[in-house]
C-alpha cells in the first residue's frame, strides 16, 4: 500500500517514444517565429507591456470566435454567441503565455477531454426521466473526472473544467449536444491562433507544442556521472529525466534535474523545471555557435 501511495505515473513516458522532435528551425524563419521558435533568447519586456498586449491579444482572440460562430452554418447549429469558458482561457494564452496550462498541448486535448466527458455524463444522466434534479450531481462528476483525464495525460487546462461543467449544468450548452466537442475545438484552434500572431509581436509563444522534454532519452551512465557529478547518491526516479538526491538542493543542468528524494512536484512544477532546462540548452547551443562563430573570425585574422 506504501508503495501505490508513492507511485508516479508519467504517460509521455509512453508516448514521448513516438513522437518526432521539432523542427520549427527548418521553417523559414517569418513562420517559425509565429510558431514561437527563436534562434537567439527574446528581449525582456516590462509588465505594462505585457499587460498591454494581453488586453490586445484577449479582445482579438474573443473577437475572432465571437465572429466565427455568428457565421449562419454555426448558427443554424445552434452555436451559443461564444462557449464561457473560453473567456477564462483566454486569460492564460494571452497573459500567462509561459504557464505550462497555457500551451497548446493543454490548451486543446484538455478541452476536448472534458468536453467529451462533460456531453457524455450529461447524455448518461438524460437517461433517468429526473434528469433536471439531478442535473447538479452530473456537474460535480463531469468535472471531476475532466480533472482526473487532465492530470492523467498531461493536459492541465482548468477553463476546461468549466467546459464539463457548462455541459452539463447549462440548458443552452446541453441542448446543442455533442455539438460542443467541435465547437471547442475551432474555439480553441482560433484562439491559439491568434496567440501564435499576437503573443509573438514581443513575446515568445508558445514555450514548446508538446513537451519541453529533449525527445533523446537521457543514457543510463549519464545519470550515474551526472550523480557523481553532483556527490550525490543519485538513482534513476519513476520520472526518467529526473534524478533523485540526497541533499536540499535542485540542481538543473541542460540534461537532467536533480531533485531531493523528499521532495514531492505536481505536475505544474515539474514543467516549470523542465521548461528552465530547455532555456538553458538553448542558452547553452546559442553560446556554443557564438564561440564557434569566434573561433573561426581569429583564425582567418591569423591568416
Not at 498586449?53 to 475572432?64: D, K, M, P, Q, R
Not at 513537451?211 to 543514457?219: A, E, I, Q, S
Not at 533523485?244 to 515539474?270: C, F
Not at 523542465?274 to 564561440?291: D, F, I, N, W
Request: with cysteine.
Amino acid at each position: 500500500m506504501k508503495g501505490l501511495f508513492s507511485y508516479n505515473f508519467d504517460v509521455d513516458r509512453y508516448i514521448n517514444r513516438i513522437i518526432p522532435r521539432s523542427r520549427l528551425y527548418l521553417l523559414p524563419k517569418p513562420i517559425s517565429w509565429f510558431l514561437g521558435h527563436r534562434e537567439t533568447p527574446p528581449k525582456q519586456i516590462g509588465n505594462v507591456v505585457t499587460w498591454f498586449w494581453a488586453f490586445i491579444g484577449a479582445f482579438c482572440g474573443i473577437l475572432v470566435i465571437e465572429a466565427v460562430f455568428q457565421t449562419e452554418r454555426l448558427k443554424s447549429d445552434g452555436a451559443p454567441i461564444i462557449i464561457a469558458s473560453q473567456g477564462a482561457a483566454a486569460i492564460l494564452e494571452y497573459n500567462t503565455i509561459d504557464s505550462p496550462l497555457s500551451q497548446p498541448r493543454n490548451a486543446l486535448l484538455g478541452q476536448v477531454f472534458s468536453s467529451v466527458i462533460g456531453v457524455g455524463i450529461t447524455k448518461l444522466f438524460k437517461l433517468n426521466p429526473d434528469f433536471e434534479n439531478l442535473r447538479w450531481v452530473a456537474g460535480a462528476l463531469s468535472v471531476g473526472l475532466a480533472s482526473a483525464a487532465m492530470g492523467i495525460t498531461k493536459t492541465i487546462h482548468p477553463p476546461a473544467g468549466a467546459t464539463a461543467l457548462l455541459a452539463s449544468t447549462s440548458p443552452e450548452i446541453e441542448k446543442i449536444g455533442w455539438m460542443l466537442v467541435p465547437l471547442i475545438i475551432l474555439g480553441t484552434t482560433l484562439m491559439i491562433a491568434v496567440a501564435c500572431v499576437i503573443n509573438n509581436i514581443q513575446r515568445t509563444f508558445p514555450m514548446y507544442w508538446w513537451t519541453p522534454v529533449d525527445m533523446n532519452r537521457p543514457k543510463k551512465g549519464d545519470v550515474e556521472k551526472l550523480g557523481e557529478k553532483n556527490g550525490n547518491e543519485a538513482e534513476t526516479s519513476s520520472f526518467d529525466d529526473y534524478v533523485e538526491g540526497i541533499d536540499g538542493r535542485i540542481v538543473i543542468d541542460g540534461e537532467h534535474i536533480v531533485i531531493p528524494r523528499w521532495l514531492s512536484l505536481d505536475a505544474e512544477e515539474r514543467l516549470m523545471l523542465e521548461v528552465l532546462r530547455s532555456k538553458l540548452r538553448e542558452g547553452e547551443a546559442l553560446e556554443s555557435t557564438a564561440t564557434r562563430d569566434t573561433s573561426r573570425t581569429q583564425i582567418n585574422d591569423s591568416s
